[in-house]
């Protein structure tokens, strides 16, 4: 089962999200912004999660709407996908390098929704993707699934290799949280999450 989807539509923007857990990471992604389908296709194959992805934003003022509120669908998407987050491995920690850059995320399938986020940009944008909006769709993505998610770059110099380097961090991690553990047992002292 493990799948969901969500169709989200407000005067900024209109969005249909699918995702399969159990499907292979198939991406089928149409955000309008061209670096940001570049990144939910890493994040997609990566962690191995199928996502479908068309969203009509208010691009004319700028990616803002259009990144944050993907965030937010896919979050809700995988939120609901995941059910109560019982039978599943549950945490998830990767380090993944991109050329000179080595990302870290760590996550928790919590129903605690966090983010910290540490990583730095020197340009204001890869092609129509400001970077600066990588922290607000995984702030919405975090808070909207019931994930603490905390993202670390290492070091690194190229935008474009630290934020694909975080994306696919954060794809490895949630590869191996999502994972469904073989008792169907729910990992906590207070036995729900
Ligand atoms: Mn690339």
């Known amino acids: 089962m493990r799948k969901a989807e969500?169709?989200?539509v407000t005067k900024e923007t209109q969005i249909k999200i699918s995702v399969s857990l159990d499907e292979k990471g198939k991406a089928d992604i149409d955000t309008g912004v061209g670096f940001f389908d570049h990144m939910l296709t890493a994040l997609s194959v990566h962690s191995g999660i199928s996502m479908t992805v068309k969203v009509k934003g208010d691009l004319h003022v700028d990616c803002h709407h259009t990144i944050e509120d993907t965030g937010i669908a896919l979050g809700l998407a995988l939120g609901q996908a995941l059910g109560t987050k019982s039978g599943i491995v549950r945490y998830g920690t990767a380090y993944i390098p991109m050329d000179e850059s080595l990302a870290m995320a760590s996550?928790?399938?919590?129903?605690?929704?966090?983010?910290?986020?540490?990583?730095?940009?020197?340009?204001?944008?890869?092609?129509?993707?400001?970077?600066?909006?990588?922290?607000?769709?995984?702030?919405?993505?975090?808070?909207?699934?019931?994930?603490?998610?905390?993202?670390?770059?290492?070091?690194?110099?190229?935008?474009?290799?630290?934020?694909?380097?975080?994306?696919?961090?954060?794809?490895?991690?949630?590869?191996?949280?999502?994972?469904?553990?073989?008792?169907?047992?729910?990992?906590?002292?207070k036995g729900v999450l």
């Open 107 to 189: 996550l928790d399938l919590s129903n605690r929704p966090f983010l910290v986020f540490n990583c730095d940009f020197t340009n204001q944008s890869c092609g129509d993707y400001d970077l600066c909006m990588t922290e607000e769709f995984f702030r919405a993505f975090a808070f909207n699934s019931g994930m603490t998610l905390h993202i670390n770059l290492l070091y690194g110099s190229n935008d474009h290799h630290k934020a694909e380097a975080v994306y696919k961090a954060v794809a490895h991690a949630l590869k191996t949280a999502v994972t469904e553990n073989k008792d169907g047992s729910t990992l906590s002292t």
């Open 6 to 8: 969500i169709e989200r």
